[in-house]
């Protein structure tokens, strides 16, 4: 079993950055995919960012050239570092992990609010 749990949540203004992590608990294997997905008020849970364990990385097209997502395996972290935040990014953001391709593993949630 994995339990992931999610810090770097905030007010943040218009403009301004902030890095989100995330801590897995338990075992973490290279094939695991680590992504954040975002959630915003009467909207689905979107993906915001993933990456394999070979490094490969996926964004969503709203939020490319904005954010960065890194891992650091042999210390089951996960990072998203975004910049020139926007309202429309005020959400809460889940920290994810899908294994064998079905198996999903999801964090409580952090909020980030963008707003002066």
């Known amino acids: 079993q994995v339990q992931l749990v999610e810090s770097g949540g905030g007010l943040v203004q218009p403009g301004g950055s902030l890095t989100l992590s995330c801590v897995a608990s338990?075992?973490?294997?290279?094939?695991?995919?680590m992504g954040w997905y975002r959630q915003a008020p009467g909207k689905q849970r979107e993906l915001v960012a993933s990456i394999s364990g070979g490094g490969s990385t996926r964004y969503a097209a709203s939020v490319k050239g904005r954010a960065t997502i890194s891992r650091t395996n042999a210390e089951n972290t996960v990072h998203l570092q975004m910049n020139s935040l926007k309202p429309e990014d005020t959400a809460v953001y889940y920290c994810?992990?899908?294994?064998?391709?079905?198996?999903?593993?999801w964090g409580q949630g952090t909020q980030v609010t963008v707003s002066s």
């Open positions: 338990g075992r973490i294997f290279s094939g695991d995919v």
């Open positions: 994810h992990i899908l294994r064998y391709g079905s198996t999903n593993y």
